[in-house]
């Protein structure tokens, strides 16, 4: 491989896990509203949305080791 695609393949790994870090609120509208009722009585709301941000992470997790696998197996990865 030369010099310019490790290079590219190293930025647009870099570029995807600066993309990651943002802080992400993901709710549906059913769980939107049973946190909200919930508030008042507990912390039970910040659960539900930290249960949903865990389930929605795991795919990319998931998606993100094959993809490394695939790139070592192609040698851009040294």
Known sequence: MTR???SIA???LAMAAILMLADV???CVMCK???EDSAAEGAV???INQ???YIMA???I???IFGFFVVKKWGLVE
Do not use: K, T
Request: aromatic letters at 8%.
């Open 10 to 12: 190293r930025f647009a």
């Open 45 to 47: 709301g910040r659960g």
């Open 51 to 53: 249960g949903i941000l």
């Open 58 to 60: 795991v795919p990319y």
């Open 4 to 6: 310019r695609s490790v």
């Open 33 to 35: 509203a049973v946190a």
């Open 62 to 64: 998931l998606i993100g």
């Open 25 to 27: 609120d993901a709710q």
